[in-house]
């Protein structure tokens, strides 16, 4: 139980961390897109890394392409979010979907 615990955390930490660090620094439109796919490939990469370069660690058919799926989908909407959310507090008078800078 912890040990799932403890993947999430992995996963949803730094996607909140770069999506929060997008947001304050990028602009709107160019953070948003980056906030979603640095994590989403980040997410890859990681997994592509333990299936393809460590040593077989036994078990059954590899998982990879259905945790990318979840985690990379979970991983690039926590990004989105933070990034959101540091833009609306960065711009407090400016909401909406139309204000592009």
């Known amino acids: 139980m912890i040990e799932g615990v403890l993947v999430w955390l992995g996963i949803l930490v730094p996607s909140a961390l770069i999506g929060s660090i997008c947001g304050s620094v990028t ?5 948003v897109v980056l906030s979603g796919a640095i994590p989403w490939f ?35 909407a926590t990004g989105i979010g933070a990034c959101r959310f540091f833009q609306s507090k960065k711009n407090p008078n400016q909401t909406g979907a139309n204000n592009s800078e």
Do not use: C, D, R
């Open 42 to 76: 980040g997410l890859l990469s990681a997994l592509l890394y333990s299936e393809y370069f460590l040593p077989y660690q036994g078990g059954g058919a590899s998982m990879w392409p259905v945790a990318q799926l979840f985690g990379g989908t979970v991983a690039a």
């Open 27 to 31: 602009k709107k439109t160019v953070a």
